[in-house]
Each structure stands twice: as C-alpha cells, then as structure tokens.
C-alpha cells in the first residue's frame, strides 16, 4: 500500500483507516493509501514551515537543479507512472504518456524560471533627500495544492513547479481517487535528494484533508483545481486568514464555427477537444455553435469521427482504425452524465449519435452528440464532464456570441474562421479566460491559464504563475547624502 509522505518520509494515517483505489475499467479495488486528517495536514504543514527555511534561502540554480534531478528520475520510471496513471484515472496509456510528458515539461520550464525572478528598482527624487527604491521578489510561505482527478500530474505540476522553482515548499493533496501516480512523483523526487519537507503529499478526503489544508494558519497560499463549488468553500474558509487564493474551476467552453470555416479542422478540433480524456477537461469544447451554411456538414462529419471510439480498459490499446476511449473516473460521475443527457432528451433534444451507458462492468459511458437541446438545459447550464456534446445551429454572429456567453462559466473558447473581423469580435467578446483560433487547446505552458465568472480566479501556467507565488516587497533606501 502506498503511503502518505511527510518530511521525506512515507507514513501512514493516526486514524489508521484506509481508502481503496478502484480502476474505473474494472471497478477492482487493487490498491489502498492512508486516510490522512488534520494531523497529517499539521504534521506535514509544520516539516514544510521548517524545509522554507533553508529552501527559500538556497542559490535559485541550486534549487533548479534539484527540481531537475528530479524529474529525471520521474523521466526514467516514466513507463511506470504512467500505468499507475491508466489504472487509478482510467485514461488510455497513450494520453498518461502524453500527460506525463506535459507534466515533465511544466516542471522544467519553472526550474528554467527559478534563476530569473527579477525585482525592479527606481531612483526616488524626494524632498526627503536622494534615494533609492527597490520592489524585492520573496517566497510566500508554506503553500498547499488541491488537485483533481482528471489530470492528476499535470495539474499537480502546475502548483508544484511554479512553487518550488520560486523559493515556497509545498503540500499536495490529490484527489481521493487518484493518489498512485503523485505518490510515486514526489518519492521519486525526493530519491532525488530533494531535501525532506519542501514537497509534502497526503492522501484523504476533500472535506477533511482540503479543509484542513485552506484553513491551517501556516499555509500562506492556496491553490485548487477542482470544481466550481469546491472553490466556493476553499474561498470562504480561506477569507478569514486573507490566504492568498487561485482557484481553476469548471468551464463550460463554446466554440463557435463560423460559415467560412474550414469543417474538416473543425471537426477533428472539436472531436478531440470534446472527447480527449473521455470528456473529463475543463477546457473541453463543451457547447458548439454551429452555423446554417455548414451545419450539415459538420454533423456529418462529427458523428462519423466519433463512430471511431471503442470503449475499454486503458490498458490495451484498440484495434485499428478505432480509439481507444477510458471509463469515466467514478460511477458518479457517469450518472450524473446520465441525468443530464436525459434532461436534455425529456427538453426534446435528439441523440445524433451514442446516448448509452455500458453494460459491462467500468465506468463506461458511450461517446454522444446531441442537437436542440434547449438552451435552458443542465447540459448548457452546468458542466458536462464526460463525452457528451450539444451541438446547437446559429445564423448570425450576435446570436453565436450571445449564446456562447449564456453561461455561468468562463474558462476556454474557440472560433474556426479565416475572417479577421470575427477573430476580433470573438476574442473581445466572449467572456472567457482564452479563445483559440482554428484550433482548440493547444497547451501552452508559457500562456497563462484560467477563467473569469465562475470558472475562478488567478492564473496557472506562464510567467505570470511564478508571480502568484511570491510576495512583493519595497525597500527605499535613503541616507545617501
Ligand atoms: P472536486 O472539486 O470535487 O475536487 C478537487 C479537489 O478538491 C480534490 O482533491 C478534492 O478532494 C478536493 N476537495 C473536495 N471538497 C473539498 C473541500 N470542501 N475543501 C477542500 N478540498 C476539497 O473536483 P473533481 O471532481 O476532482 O474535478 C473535476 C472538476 O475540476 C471539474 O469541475 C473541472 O472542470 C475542474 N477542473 C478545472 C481545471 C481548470 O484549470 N480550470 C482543470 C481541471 C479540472
């Protein structure tokens, strides 16, 4: 059974209770981790408050070097981590390779920032006499990471990477149902002599373990990807200690494809933006907006792609020319999807295509496109996190635009079209955290990354991250006549 690590040591929970890791292909229980509490979380907050000390004092290079060791060793046991990646999360191997990777890479382009936090300086003239100010860059504190289930790396590697790299030492909590993969992450980089308590990760519930995380007086930052009610409490529970708080929500992305646009980009876009990762993305093309003139053939199109899926175990790959799509993450989640299909259905939407859940055992849900579904439906109104996509008919820009924004989400948007004059419009006008143009989220870990309204606060990915973990300071220094 893997272990919660404190200090650079794995250690089980005081209560001494359990929790079972479930494949989601085959719904086994084929491994445990510790039920950690408030005590892991104080235990953990207080060997990280001491790791600061020395960590955020250590020569920027040194502390690059270190975060590099360890990713090479994450590098060499990469097959490994990937398999603990398909059997907690239920993904296909291929895309837990891809997702280590891109783990990989946002870890090593904060080690490269490490060295190039720069503060600013100014010559104050003053009545007081010359002097000179300085805004110094510092480290926060002690920082937690709440991370979801649907990319558990990447998203750990997001808070971690920009933490570290920055002077901070860190406690992760994973997602109850994905703990394998960062368990493994943190001891191979601790293997790597990173020095005991900078990089924490206990295992537990949201409620005890997240609470206990945002409300702990010693942890100076918060820092969540989860659901947009998850970031409601973490917000409220952090409030009282003015903790510094980014939260990732959820997103209910539109794309909008314009008369012009090229229908085969399109559709093979919005194929893998909507159906990667069984639909479990918060930047999934959750809504499409189609117009008149192409609409045919986009259905056409999109319903023959996604024929193509065969559902199965990650593990084993599927015959060609079909692909392979994973389970769901939990049985929760696939009835929820469920419900909201048929909430659409009940509002007179038809099912193009899928619409069925899985007899078998796995948390399987079949591939689904679906049109007219009402606009006041759960499928527009809350996030669909699965793969399921509305696709709705438009005639004009406005109406494109004002549906696209008819949602209480923000997070990501897309527009296929070659017209500058609707980029432009689309780019201002859609209220999202991104739009991308004639294609659809493509990573950037060099943009920053989040969402507006209720798809949270604050910023991942980029320089602009790195800032999100350091304090600013200003010194003047005077007496220099
Ligand atoms: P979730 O909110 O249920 O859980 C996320 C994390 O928060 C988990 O570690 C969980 O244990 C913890 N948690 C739950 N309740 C808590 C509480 N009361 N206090 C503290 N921590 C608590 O989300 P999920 O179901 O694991 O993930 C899916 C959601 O994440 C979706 O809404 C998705 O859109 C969102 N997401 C957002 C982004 C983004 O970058 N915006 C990226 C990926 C996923």
């Known amino acids: 059974m893997a272990q919660i690590l404190i200090n650079g040591e794995q250690v089980q929970a005081k209560s001494g209770e359990e929790m079972p890791v479930v494949n989601p292909a085959t719904e086994e229980e084929f491994d445990a981790v510790p039920k950690g509490g408030a005590d892991e979380v104080d235990a953990a ?8 000390k020395e960590w ?4 920027p290079d040194d ?17 490994e981590i990937a398999q603990l990646l398909v059997r907690e999360q239920g993904k296909p191997f291929s895309e837990a390779m891809g997702e280590l990777h891109h783990f990989l890479h946002g870890m090593n382009y904060y080690a490269d920032l490490a060295s190039k936090i720069e503060g600013t300086y100014a010559t104050l003239p003053s009545a007081l006499g010359r002097a000179y100010g300085m805004v110094v860059k510092k480290p926060i504190g002690v920082c937690a990471a709440i991370v979801p289930y649907n990319f558990p790396l990447t998203l750990m590697g997001t808070k971690v990477g920009p933490a570290l790299a920055a002077g901070n030492t860190i406690v992760v909590k994973p997602a109850e149902t994905t703990p394998l993969a960062t368990l493994r992450v943190a001891e191979l980089m601790q293997e790597a002599e990173l020095p005991p308590g900078v990089l924490n990760v206990v295992t537990g519930p949201g409620k005890e373990v997240g609470e206990a995380l945002a409300t702990h007086p010693d942890v100076r ?11 409601r409490r973490i917000m409220e529970l952090a409030a009282p200690l003015f903790k510094r708080v980014s939260a990732e929500l959820g997103g209910s992305d539109p794309v909008i494809v314009f008369p012009d646009a090229d229908v085969d980009a399109a559709v093979r876009g919005i194929n893998i933006g909507r159906f990667f990762n069984a639909g479990q993305a918060c930047l999934a093309a959750k809504r499409v907006y189609v117009f008149d003139e192409v609409y045919e053939e986009f259905m056409e199109g999109i319903t023959k792609r996604v024929t193509r899926y065969e559902l199965g175990d990650g593990m ?25 299909l048929q909430d659409a259905v009940d509002g007179g939407a038809k099912v193009a295509v899928g619409g069925n859940g899985h007899n078998g055992k796995g948390y399987f849900f079949e591939p689904t ?19 399921l996509l509305p696709v709705f008919k438009v005639s004009d820009v406005d109406e494109a635009i004002r549906l696209a924004n008819d949602s209480p989400y923000g997070l990501g948007s897309s527009v296929y079209t070659h017209n500058v004059k609707w ?30 309204k209720e798809s949270g606060i604050g910023r991942e990915h980029g320089k602009e991250a790195i800032e999100h973990y350091l304090e600013q300071k200003s010194v003047v220094v005077g007496g220099l006549e």
């Open 56 to 59: 955020s004092k250590k020569d």
């Open 63 to 79: 502390r690059a070097q270190l975060m590099r060791a360890g990713i090479a060793k994450i590098q060499e046991n990469g097959k």
């Open 221 to 231: 930052r918060v820092a969540l990807t989860g659901s947009t009610q998850t970031g």
């Open 316 to 340: 084993e790959k599927a015959e060609k020319p079909k692909i392979r799509m994973g389970p769901l993450n939990a049985a929760k989640h696939r009835d929820l999807l469920a419900d909201q």
């Open 45 to 52: 907050v207080s060997a990280a408050k001491e790791a600061f």
């Open 369 to 387: 496109v679906i049109e007219n579904a009402p606009h006041g439906s759960r499928v527009v109104r809350e996030e669909t996190f699965g793969p």
């Open 423 to 452: 980029i432009h419009r689309a780019s201002q006008e859609i209220e999202a955290g991104m739009t991308w143009v004639n294609q659809l989220h493509f990573g950037y870990d060099e943009l920053p990354f989040g969402g507006v």
